[in-house]
């Protein structure tokens, strides 16, 4: 009779040990499924950004712009009153979007009395642009130095962005 008491003491502990197995288990793979991760009032979002740069002027349509891309060159002779044109177009063809700043930097120019060719250009942004030919509409624009321009922007997914600069020296 005592082994028989010690035998149902023996499953009666087995048990209760398989039942407090059994309900940790439980309450660890429970977390797995109910935990969260809150950041403020960050959001964070997976997804792809492809974003590509077009220039369009007299004799180019729609060319990507790469870092050996040279702009502005429909001027032969840079003299006072020259003005050329750039037509932009940013395309962002990946699921998030996008915030940019577009600035304008003038490279290689060379100095003559203390004067360099970024120190006289003047840049106007143009939103809708107008006519390459139109030089009183263009003129009739607010130009600023070349380089203290910038642009701030956004762009949302799968859209584009165009606008047009004009590049005026010496007005």
């Given at each position: 009779?005592?082994?028989?008491?010690?035998?149902?003491?023996?499953?009666?502990?087995?048990?209760m040990?398989?039942?407090?197995?059994?309900?940790m288990l439980?309450?660890?793979?429970?977390?797995?499924?109910?935990?969260?991760?809150?950041?403020?009032?960050?959001?964070?979002?997976?997804?792809n950004?492809?974003?590509?740069?077009?220039?369009?002027?007299?004799?180019?349509?729609?060319?990507?712009?790469t870092?050996?891309?040279?702009?502005?060159?429909?001027?032969?002779?840079w003299e006072?009153g020259?003005?050329?044109?750039?037509?932009?177009?940013?395309?962002?063809?990946?699921?998030?979007?996008?915030?940019?700043?577009?600035?304008?930097?003038?490279?290689?120019?060379?100095?003559?009395?203390g004067?360099?060719?970024?120190?006289v250009?003047?840049?106007?942004?143009?939103d809708?642009?107008?006519?390459?030919?139109?030089?009183?509409?263009a003129?009739?624009?607010?130009?600023?130095?070349?380089?203290?321009f910038?642009?701030?922007?956004?762009?949302?997914?799968?859209?584009?962005d165009?606008?047009?600069?004009?590049?005026?020296?010496?007005?």
């Amino acid at each position: 009779m005592n082994s028989k008491n010690t035998t149902k003491r023996a499953l009666f502990t087995s048990l209760m040990a398989m039942l407090v197995c059994v309900t940790m288990l439980i309450g660890t793979t429970f977390a797995w499924f109910t935990d969260s991760v809150t950041s403020g009032t960050n959001r964070i979002v997976a997804g792809n950004l492809d974003v590509r740069l077009f220039h369009s002027k007299k004799a180019v349509t729609d060319e990507e712009v790469t870092e050996t891309t040279v702009l502005f060159t429909d001027v032969a002779i840079w003299e006072p009153g020259a003005m050329v044109y750039e037509n932009f177009t940013v395309e962002n063809a990946g699921s998030l979007a996008l915030k940019y700043v577009f600035n304008l930097k003038v490279t290689n120019a060379t100095v003559v009395e203390g004067v360099s060719l970024a120190d006289v250009l003047k840049v106007a942004f143009v939103d809708g642009g107008v006519t390459p030919d139109d030089r009183t509409a263009a003129l009739s624009q607010t130009f600023s130095p070349i380089n203290s321009f910038s642009l701030r922007d956004s762009i949302e997914s799968n859209e584009t962005d165009t606008f047009r600069y004009y590049c005026l020296l010496g007005a």
